[in-house]
């Protein structure tokens, strides 16, 4: 079976301070790959999407990068945090081929700057 | 780009009654609408989806709707019960370019009153 591993699950760090965030999934090959952030009490903004290794699709200008070294493994990066980084991000993937199909979700991470 | 607008942003219902939320979304090329939902601090996951080809969908206490050609889908919930309280998020999957792009609405609140 498939699993999404995200981590870590709460960070705080300071403004300024760089950022690496996580994500990786077993169990299938060739994902499509997803980062979200979620600001408190709204929906899910689409930062970045993949459909393989290298391949980055920015949705929204930012102080936020994205990599994905691997198949099933995907970073995102700051090299100076913003207090308006704050937010639960979300990492997520689904099939890369064929008709639409269901997204599943990493646990989140809770990122703070302060 | 596809655009997913989803109301109302909130809900209140008393337990037993019905709930229904409503989105509509712009590209005729999305095949997969799927619901979401997320609780308090959780990862959003999958609660009940629907294809292009299907008018209507049933689970339980849960329905879905589509109406292809006003480009709108629907979220009924029946007999609703507290542990119903969550954010749900509506989705539409278009194929592009060879890949699913999902693009989500901004989720509605809806807290179910004991």
């Known amino acids: 079976s498939q699993t999404i591993h995200q981590w870590p699950a709460t960070l705080v760090q300071p403004v300024g301070s760089p950022l690496s965030l996580e994500c990786t999934v077993e169990?299938?090959?060739?994902?499509?790959l997803y980062w979200y952030r979620q600001a408190a009490g709204r929906g899910l903004q689409l930062l970045f999407y993949s459909v393989g290794i290298g391949q980055i699709s920015s949705e929204v200008p930012q102080n936020l990068s994205a990599s994905r070294p691997q198949d099933r493994q995907f970073i995102l990066s700051s090299k100076k945090l913003l207090l308006s980084d704050s937010g639960f991000y979300l990492c997520?993937?689904?099939?890369?081929?064929?008709?639409?199909?269901?997204?599943?979700f990493g646990q989140g991470t809770r990122l703070t700057v302060v | 780009g596809e655009n997913v607008e989803q109301h109302p942003s909130t809900l209140s219902v008393q337990e037993g009654d019905s709930a229904v939320i409503k989105c509509t979304y712009s590209d005729s090329a999305s095949n997969y609408f799927p619901w979401y939902k997320q609780e308090l601090g959780k990862r959003p996951q999958l609660i009940i989806d629907?294809?292009?080809?299907?008018g209507e969908k049933k689970d339980q206490r849960i329905a879905v709707t589509l109406n292809k050609t006003a480009k709108h889908f629907s979220l009924h919930i029946t007999e609703t019960q507290p542990e119903d309280s969550a954010v749900y998020f509506c989705a539409a999957t278009e194929l592009s370019g060879g890949y699913q792009k999902v693009t989500f609405g901004t989720g509605t609140k809806l807290q179910v009153i004991p």
């Open positions: 997520a993937w689904n099939r890369g081929q064929g008709i639409g199909g269901e997204a599943f």
């Open positions: 169990g299938t090959s060739n994902p499509n």
């Open positions: 629907i294809r292009s080809n299907v």
